[in-house]
C-alpha cells in the first residue's frame, strides 16, 4: 500500500494524519526543516516539504512544536532491569505495566527486559511473566524480549549481581528455555572464558541470539576466540572487564579494537568517563556498532533512598546507585534521554550519532530495524519530540501519544 492508498484509506475510515514539521534525525542525517507524518501508528512520509504528497498535506493534523525543537526516533533500551520501584526479577503483569509506563515518558519505546543472576526457578517465572505480557498487546514501551544478563558469569567480577547464583555456561537450561518460549530470549550475557561458553555462544549464534561477554575475566586471546564462534557484543563496556592494559589489553581491548563486536555503554558520566566514552565513540561510531544503554534498576525515577537490585540491598545517594555491602556500583538510575542528552552535551557526539547509538543500532542488533530505529515511510511511528534543551516534549508509541 502506497502513501495515496493509504490516504484514501484514511478518509473512508476516518482515522487522522498527523504531521510535525522541524529539525529532525533521519536515516541520511540530520534535516533542519524535515516533514513527519503518521497514521494508524505507522509513519506514512519523512523527508522534505518538496516531497510532501498534497493528499497527506491537505489532510494532516499539524502538531507544533517548540522553537528549537528537535525530532529523533524511540530510543531502544536493550539493558535495563526496572524502575520506578520496580524490577523485572519481580515481574507481574502490573510490574511489567509500571516498569514500561514510566520509561516510555523518558522516551523510551522498545525495550528487553533484563535479568539479573538467579536461580533457575526465579528465572523461569520472569521468562513466563514476559511472555504473557508480549502475548498481548503492550500499551507502553515495547517489550520486544529478554536480555538474560548472567548468570553464566566468572565470580571474580559478579559487580552487583548475587555471586551465589553464578553457574557454569550450559545450553541445556537455554534450550528448555527456547524450547518453551520460542523467540522470546534476545540477548545472553556471559564470561566467554569460562568452562562451556564456547559451546553456549555457538549454540545462541544457530538461534540467532546475540552473544554478548559482561562480568568477565577473559583476556583479550580468549575474547577472540569467543568471536570466532560467534560472540558479537558487549554490555556496559569497561564496567565489569578486564581492562585495556598496554600489555594486556584484556576484554576492554578486544571490544575497542575488533570491528565485529558491538559495544554497549552507559552514559551518565559515573560509570565511565566521558573521554573513554569518546574513545569507544570514535572507534565504533562510524559502523554503528556503539549502544547506548541505561542498565537502570528500581530506583530510576525515584528519589535516594534504599532500594534492590535482584535480591540485594541498595543505597541511592545523589542519584548513585550502589552495593549497601560493599559499595559497588549497582546498576544506575539513568533514563534513556539522560543518556542521549549526555552523549551530546558532555560527550560532544553529534544529534544524529548519539540517534543512532539510542535506536538504530539497537534496532538492526535486535534484527528489528525493518520496522523501527529510525523515522522513515512504512515503521512503525515510534517517536520522541525533544525541545532545544533537549528535554522531552512528546513521546509516541506506535503512533500513540505517551505523554506530552
Known sequence: MNGTDIVQSNKESGSPIYLLRGKMVLPEGLAQDGLLAWTEGKIIYAGSLEGLPASIRD??????????????????????????????MDASQEVLDKITSFHSTQGTTAMLATSMTAPKGRLDQVLAEVDRYRSKPMPYAQLEGVHLEGPFFSPKWPGAQNPEHIVLPNVSWLAEWEKEYPGLIRQVTLAPEREGALEVIAWLRQQRITAALGHTDATYEEVERAVEAGLHHAVHTYNAMTPLHHRNPGAAGAVLSDPRI?????????????????????????????????????????????Y????????????????????????????????????????????????????????????????????????????????????????????RLICG
Open 308 to 399: 534492590k537490585i535482584g535480591d540485594l540491598p541498595v543505597i541511592v545517594k545523589e542519584g548513585v546507585a550502589r552495593l549497601k555491602d560493599g559499595g559497588a556500583l549497582a546498576g544506575s538510575t539513568l533514563t534513556m534521554i539522560r543518556g542521549f542528552r549526555y552523549l551530546v552535551q558532555d560527550v560532544g557526539m553529534s544529534l544524529s550519532a548519539a540517534s543512532r547509538a539510542a535506536s538504530l543500532t539497537p534496532a538492526r542488533l535486535l534484527g528489528i530495524d525493518h520496522r523501527t530505529g529510525s523515522l522513515a515511510a512504512g515503521k512503525q511511528a515510534d517517536i520522541v519530540l525533544l525541545n532545544q534543551e533537549l528535554g522531552i516534549e512528546g513521546v509516541w508509541v506506535k503512533g
Open 59 to 88: 489532510q494532516a493534523v499539524v502538531l507544533t512544536i517548540p522553537d528549537g525543537g528537535v525530532i529523533v526516533p524511540g530510543f531502544i533500551d536493550i539493558h535495563v532491569h526496572g524502575g520506578y520501584g520496580e524490577d523485572f
Open 262 to 306: 558491538s559495544a554497549e555503554v552507559i552514559a551518565d558520566g559515573i560509570h565511565v568517563h566521558p573521554a573513554a566514552i569518546s574513545i569507544l565513540a570514535q572507534l565504533k561510531q562510524s559502523a554503528d556498532q556503539l549502544v547506548l544503554i541505561t542498565d537502570a534498576m528500581s530506583a530510576a525515577g525515584l528519589e535516594d533512598g534504599e
